[in-house]
């Protein structure tokens, strides 16, 4: 068997696989985030251990662990977790929505050097430009610094007592040279830094360390557990679902929004706000546009109006066409492909005629309208897609997948019920680590619908999307 653990922004989740990628158990746990200021995020990494724990004790009370031979790790990315020289957490984590330190991205990012080797634009949540507030503003813990680890490396600190990251989550850092897949000695030296303070590299599918024998003996594991390197959450959700080769894609709505696409070649175009980082398997690549807020922002309007987010989409019943009600979802800044950490969001051409569910209609065509700045973003750079599959809790709703699909003129595939998301991945990668597997295990999951466009509402969405565009440019300078 395998294990798949994905530590999420608002939960870890451990999954349970046999060697026939069946899911045996699985189990989740709670976290929290703090924001203690305007564009901050963190979270405590304690409580991330405790959630691993937690999760872990559930699947040994669901199903014996005796023949586990894999462990695989997925996790939020970009977070900046700061250790001393005796492994102690010396500040909260800044998590991957905590833009404060979008003065020291945008000073990192006017330098070339650092879009030529990494491949991407300095965004504010990348963890170099948080590593240098850090070091402005909090001077005698940047001292202190030893060791700088992502969220899913903390966790595998724990597990395995190895300093050790892989090639998805590192292209995230700012500090990867991403074409060759190995730290660049001159990005981090333009931080202060050198590889002292990063971790090893390793592929995702490969051997990054074994399970330390107290924790094996815990909750009744062999002494031999293999722990994969595993991937960042998005590249590890699409080895769940099967995104592996150039042409694929996925649509993830969660909390945030990402549009995912396998690439066979390196070919970054830092200029358009896609993201380019290795894939979570070893000579493939991926792109893809974030937004920043997606069922986060249809989230934030239903508690606005005392309502919940499956009852305001629930009732919509056939698409509609665009109205003048329009949203822009940058609740906390924006990424593709404005790179825009201070624009906010807005309602406009609000009128009489508004109600609740036009309202709720307007925060699902206006993701809709960001998917599609990330999908134009993206075929700028020459991506090409023939597949695309709806992934995330948002992809329950019919009507958020049929505006998708008519804005993008492509038809949006829907897997039979199941989860393939980042700790499904990880469990495929634990395979992988444990028995020499590779790609061709990372399968497309059975697909249980496909969501056609709505050819008549093609020129409308269209139309509405210019609109869209128009008003981010309107608005940009007034939040």
Not at 281 to 292: A, K, R, Y
């Amino acid at each position: 068997m395998f294990i798949g653990l994905d530590l999420g922004t608002s939960g870890l989740k451990a999954l349970l696989i046999d060697e026939d990628q069946k899911v045996i158990a699985e189990a989740t746990a709670p976290l929290t985030v703090s924001r203690p200021a305007a564009g901050w995020s963190e979270q405590a990494p304690a409580d991330w251990l405790a959630a691993a724990s937690a999760a872990m004790d559930g699947l040994a009370a669901a199903s014996p662990l005796a023949g586990v031979k894999g462990i695989g790790l997925s996790g939020q990315m970009h977070g900046a977790t700061l250790l001393d020289a005796a492994d102690d957490v010396l500040r909260p984590c800044m998590l991957w929505n905590d833009t404060r330190s979008y003065q020291e991205a945008a000073a990192l990012d006017a330098a070339p050097l650092w879009r030529e080797i990494s491949g991407n634009i300095v965004f504010p949540g990348f963890t170099a430009p948080k590593v240098m507030w850090v070091q402005k503003n909090e001077p005698e813990v940047f001292d202190k610094l030893a060791k700088v680890l992502l969220p899913k490396d903390y966790l595998r600190l724990w597990l395995t007592g190895e300093y050790v990251s892989e090639m998805s989550d590192a292209a995230g850092t700012s500090w990867l040279d991403t074409g060759k897949r190995d730290w660049s000695d001159a990005l981090l030296a333009g931080s202060d830094l050198s590889r002292d303070h990063m971790p090893s590299l390793v592929e995702g599918a490969a051997a990054s360390g074994t399970l330390r024998k107290e924790l094996a003996d815990r909750w009744g594991l062999p002494g031999n557990v293999v722990v994969a390197g595993g991937g960042g959450d998005n590249a590890a959700s699409a080895v769940g679902v099967g995104v592996v080769n150039a042409g694929e894609a996925f649509i993830s709505l969660g909390t945030s929004g990402v549009l995912f696409a396998a690439s066979d070649a390196y070919q970054p175009d830092p200029a358009t706000a896609v993201h380019t980082f290795c894939h979570a398997l070893p000579d493939t690549w991926h792109q893809m546009g974030v937004i920043l807020a997606a069922t986060d922002a249809l989230n934030w309007y239903a508690n606005l109006v005392g309502s919940d987010a499956a009852t305001l989409t629930g009732t919509l019943g056939e698409l509609r066409r665009p109205g003048r009600a329009m949203f822009l979802p940058y609740l906390g800044g924006e990424r593709t492909p404005h790179n825009d950490a201070q624009i906010r969001g807005a309602f406009t051409g609000l009128e009489h005629a508004t109600d609740q569910a036009a309202g709720a209609v307007a925060v699902l065509e206006g993701v809709t309208h960001a998917v599609k700045d990330s999908y134009d973003a993206l075929a700028s750079t020459g991506t090409k897609f023939e597949r695309l599959i709806a992934v995330g809790g948002g992809s329950r709703s019919v009507y958020w997948l049929q505006a998708i699909a008519t804005s993008l003129d492509m038809p949006v595939q829907v897997p039979v019920a199941g989860d393939f998301g980042g700790a499904f991945g990880a469990a495929r990668l634990a395979l992988m680590a444990a028995t020499g597997a590779g790609a061709e295990i990372a399968t497309i999951p059975e697909i249980s619908k496909v969501v056609e466009p709505v050819k008549e509402l093609k020129s409308a969405f269209a139309d509405a999307h210019a609109r869209y565009r128009d008003s981010y440019q309107a608005l940009r300078g007034l939040s």
